[in-house]
């Protein structure tokens, strides 16, 4: 740890919000560590924000109950926020500063490391295209992950966003297992959903090899800025230093974007859209990118951010800015949980942009790409005649537009709805087939004859295994 | 010339004492980080630094180096991959492993590598700027030619064959005012300064991608400009990767200005194994790539299409056809607004600086189908696309707006297409091309003389289809009069058979004009006779659900010597 001076500063300016401004702070550096002392000797700890010779911007990183201009004192401590790490590291739950939350003791380092964390040079990245079978049709078959992945799942208030995830967590499996860790950031959730998540990391087994930073609803809101950032670098050290395949479950973005926002405007910065911060696209990049995979090195951080969709709007800032960084989206839909349906994913608005390369023959089944998009193309027409026979009345349509609505239901009803049950790929891709196999031929032109002839075959056999 | 650092405020520093000007490159702090100066006040400069600031300290010292920030322009640039100020990214790993570091100063072409520098000129013949003055082999397929610098001219003194590194002397000019000039092959270019050029040509050849919706509906001129504005998820990386790979242009520049690093990865993974469909070697053979990810820092995302563009211009001013891809402007939008605002500049639109048209503009008019400088009167082109990313997916925000006005050619990409996997998503009733003009002589003589004919009849049937779909959605299609259900068949076929390509199909990815014509004159002639279907003795029940609509459908599974034979056999089916 760099000791940066062992000066006390008595020159607070102005305090509004979280920050407080310091004049004549001698050589300030920028990003490096400050503490505060109260009047009756309570510390806090800031961040300079923007180092000037006459007056230096504290971010401070709780909340500032009792600070005033005259008595508080202003030191600088190091140059930088590090975490420190060892192997002991997996199991542990911290707190959004990643100080132990289990009651356990601090751990005894092996390695301090910053947590901003530098960009992975493009060029030194490996190219992520091993499938992980999530046990979920409408992403396996549809929206496939993969290994060193950033997929965000937008969910909607009062949908089963948990459930989905600890489950998800729970069946993750690679082909080929080897090690597999866990880190979950919470940030801002109550503590109902914390604790649902503990349990359920317990329940499974996966405690173990799993590292909890709990930010709470009730935490300091500027921690929210950190946990992930922590979470992440705890992350890359398993990756990367151990070898392990890391599963980040950033929980819920949308706290953390309000979090920026409320920073911002305490900046007096020039807001962008719904007066969100306009650097929010590079400040979220600098969380999502730190995922993916090495050249010649066994481990990968595979993301999963969750947002909430703020009045369920998907053209939201945080929403859209998210999609535009993040290698695809699962989007929840509450018309189809109304419908009882689990997991409610709508998979026409969903995306997974890296399952090319993820899928086809030895990957998964050379058929699987036609086959996706087969059902996309039925199931997208079939929603459009849904809405035609909501207004004209099913009457007025044609025999096939029938078929095409009866597979709509039986769509979503048996190869997304499929409950609690873990699917594996084979089974999804035979579920699609066995809908599929409802129509002609002619009514299937997204599949080549090839591919329709070997598996409507295999189909019969299929089932008649099955049974 | 230094300074000292009085202020650090994320990616802006500002110093007091440097005696700089505008665009001066500068060396920030210990580390000397890599920075521009954006304004000056007083004795104050203002730097936009490339790197990352964190832990940069009041009171450290900044160094000017004198000169704004240049291009090494040479042999050696083709397949590179560059970061966001040309520094090389495979040697930024050999120096300092997986991760980007700070302030590393590194050439951007090799000074080992030796050349084979062939001559075209003799000791003693007289060049003005702009000739050519010799020829490297740099990749099997293509020659690098060596010109005579911007603003020299003169006799050869001496010149010759050899094996040169770049910086070794190739010839030297005696200029008009008795100087010696020694020419090398390394040249340089600062970013922010167009080459020059003799003349402007209107742009009358059309940028053949083998993607059936651009090049028959929407074609892009050589040297023209085209954006691809859309909503994430609609594919305009996926676009602008196609065209990167089945352009016919001599070289391919691609920059990933503030977007996904395994994007990157990924293109660097598979254009060494994507052969050219022109010349059958790799396709990186004839790529340059520059990636600054969202995740490195801003302002040099700012400078990364400044240093794509040049290095577009110099192969260019060789004569060659050069495509640009930038993807995606919005980000370098947003890094214009991110300086701008902490410059504490006032704001228009957005938070968007008032500036923003106007350095989109200076951008675009960069593209152009010109006369290049050097005697032998030699004509390049270079055609710029740039991917737009609205937010919300909604054009009407101001960098789209901007781009829309100083573009010639709109690929609209739509996000409901897109939700239904209509790929690629370019939606035909909002996208326009304004090369129609310039290339229809072209088509004429090239393709056939019904082309525009052909095309006309489709637009056509698209738009009643877009008419007819509006009175159905109320009445219902079984409502409808039997004619008008056949124009819903028929564009559906058109739609399906010939908008629908997969850019990832071996066969149908790159679909040549001749079977372009093709497709849609079979699904014409389809049109005609199920319109006539009476007169044929058919139901309109067998009209519908006529078996050669199966048959045409699977036309594109095709290779073109069962392709053509199997057009052939549907159209005597359909006399």
Known sequence: MEKLSTFEYRTIKKVCGPLVFVGGIKDPVYGSLVEIELYDGTRRTGQIIDAGEDIVVIQVFEENIGMDLERTKVRLIEKELRLEVSPQILGRIFDGRAKPKDGLPELIPEKSIPISGSAINPYSRDVPVDFIETGFSAIDGLNTLVRGQKLPIFSLAGLPANKIISQLVKQAEVKGEERFAVVFAGMGIPFREASFFLESFQTSGKMENTVVFLNLAADPVIERLLTPRYALTCAEYLAFDLDFHVLVVLHDMTNYCEALRQISSSKEEIPGRRGYPG??????????????????????????????????????????????????????????????????????????????????????REDHRQLANQLYATYSHGIDLRKLRDIVGVEALSEMDKKYLKFCDEFEKEFIGQGESRRSIEETLMTGWRLLAEFPTSELRRISRKFLETYLEKLKDWWKWRE | MSGKIIRVNGPIVVAKGLLAKMYDLVRVGEDALWGEVVKIEEDLSFIQVYEDTLGLSVGEEVINTGSPLNVELGPGLISSIFDGIQRPLPLLESLSGFFIPKGVSSFS????????????????????EGDILGKVKEKDTFIHYILVPVGISGKVLDIQEGEFSIQDTIATIESEDKNLVPVTMLQRWPVRLPRPIREKLTPDLPLITGQRVLDSLFPLAKGGTAIIPGGFGTGKTVLEQTLAKFSNCDIII??????????????????PKISDPYTQKPLMDKAILIANTSNMPVAAREASVYVGVTIAEYFRDMGYDVALMADSTSRWAEALREISSR????????????YLATRLSQFYERAGKVKCLGRDGRQGTLTIIGAVSPPGGDFSEPVTQASLRLTGVFWALDTSLAY??????????????????????WFKENISSDWELLLGKVRELL?????????????????????????????????????????????????????????????????????????????????????????????????????????????????
């Open chain 2, 109 to 128: 072409l090799s000074r080992e590598k030796r050349w084979r520098f062939l001559p075209q000129v003799k000791s003693g013949d007289t060049v003005t």
């Open chain 2, 463 to 575: 738009q009643k289809e877009e008419d007819i779909q509006r009175v159905a959605q109320v009445v219902g299609i079984e409502a409808l009069p039997e004619q008008e259900r056949i124009i819903l068949e028929s564009c559906g076929m058109i739609r399906e058979v010939f908008l629908i390509q997969n850019a990832f199909d071996p066969i149908d990815g790159f679909c040549t004009f001749k079977r372009q014509k093709k497709l849609l004159e079979i699904i014409l002639n389809f049109h005609e006779f199920s319109w006539n279907y009476k007169e044929k003795n058919l139901s309109f029940e067998e009209i519908i659900n006529h078996p050669l609509k199966e048959e045409i459908a699977r036309l594109k599974e095709l290779k073109d010597e069962d392709f053509f034979s199997k057009v052939e056999e549907l159209e005597k089916k359909l006399e």
């Open chain 2, 420 to 441: 239904r996997r209509h790929f690629p998503a370019i939606n035909w009733s909002q996208s326009f091309t304004l090369y129609q003009e310039n290339l229809r002589k």
């Open chain 2, 343 to 354: 410059l504490e500049e006032m704001p228009a639109e957005e938070g968007y600086p008032p």
């Open chain 2, 254 to 271: 691609y920059v990933g200005c503030g977007e996904r690093g395994n994007e990157m990865t990924s293109v660097l993974h598979e254009f």
């Open chain 1, 279 to 364: 650097y929010m696209y590079t400040d979220l990049a600098s969380l999502y990118e730190r995922a993916g995979r090495i050249k010649k090195k066994p481990g990968s951080i595979t993301q999963i951010p969750i947002l909430t969709m703020p009045q369920d709007d998907i053209t939201h800032p945080i929403v859209d800015l998210t999609g535009y960084i993040t290698e695809g989206q699962i989007v929840l839909s509450r018309s189809l949980y109304q419908k009882g349906i689990y997991p409610p994913i709508d998979v026409l608005p969903s995306l997974s942009r890296l399952m090319n390369q993820g899928i086809g023959e030895g990957k998964t």
